[in-house]
């Protein structure tokens, strides 16, 4: 018999644990349709994002005043309250189409970075019939008068200020950065957030030497990057109440299988369908399938936290014990090359 690979997530049924993470394969409804034939358990849309939601406020408010000194009926048609073609109604649009076409959860995804006027589409999303809404607070802080506990109030407020707007479950995608990560996650679950994202992949900026500017490099991830998010997934799982979406780094099934045995309820892709196709998801199952059919693992529940930290035989492997060894084991090992 097949494994069962019935997964929850955010208090929602997925028929197994990978969901197709924010990127142009979630942007398009052919690609969101292969996804779901491929058998995807859930998908993530790519963001809305604050910026973009306040320039179109903006730019709707200074319509609006000209359209005070010219006719009534303009300001009438560009009034917020008469819902007519106001902010990011194409997102909106797009959500619904996306949930006409798929029959696994939607999960709409803002992202933000301080509480505003902004958070209010959470509402917008909720009412198009977001299945749960994923809130990037994806963030830099690089203001050296504001301090840790200050970046971490506002992030917090943000989440807040989003998961008191809707009824939908809220999941939030944050940064490996942040001094205690524990400590901010237990917080995101005080003020309702039910899920947490770990993590968001940073695109460095570099220079380039021809045109002596500098710029964004998009480089995709690779499975070595995984190891991020299995440490704090490990970390993390049996000691926070809220679910953990294991995300960067993700291409195989032997990268879903260490998340799974760390603790991840889910797992997260976009590098690997972006080169590889919504197909791959079906690859990846199948693998998932066969190597837990092969370890006796009749359900992802019997397996997922089995290598946590809480349940390994060695704690230390994820904290510092294993930075130690690792570098005393490479040191023991080094020859120069000749
Ligand atoms: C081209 C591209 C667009 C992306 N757009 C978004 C986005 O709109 N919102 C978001 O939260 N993440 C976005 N991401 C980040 C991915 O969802 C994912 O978190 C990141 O790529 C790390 O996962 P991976 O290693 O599976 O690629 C994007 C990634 C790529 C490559």
Redesign the pocket.
Known sequence: MSPNLTTRYLGLTLRNPIVA????VT?RLDTLRRLGDAGVGAV?L??L?EEQIERDEMALHDLSLVGHEISPEISGYFDPFTGVEVGPDGYLRRLQAAKEALDVPVIA?L?GHRPGGWTHHAELLENAGADAI?L?V?FLAADASESGRDVEDRTVDTVASVCARVSVPVAI?IGPWFSSVPNLVRRFGEVGAKGV?LF??FYQPDVDLETLTVGPR?V??TSD??RLALRWVAILHGRVPIDLAA?????TADDVVKLLLVGADVV???????ERGPEHVTDVLTELGAWMHEHDYEQIDDLRGALSQRAAPDPGAFERANYLRALTGYAAAYRPPR
């Open positions: 993470s924010s990127s142009p942007g993530v790519p963001s994002f995804s992202n994923e990037n994806y995608k994202v968001n992949r998009l995709l991830s990057e995984v995300a960067a780094g993700v291409h997260t892709m976009a590098s690997a369908l972006l």
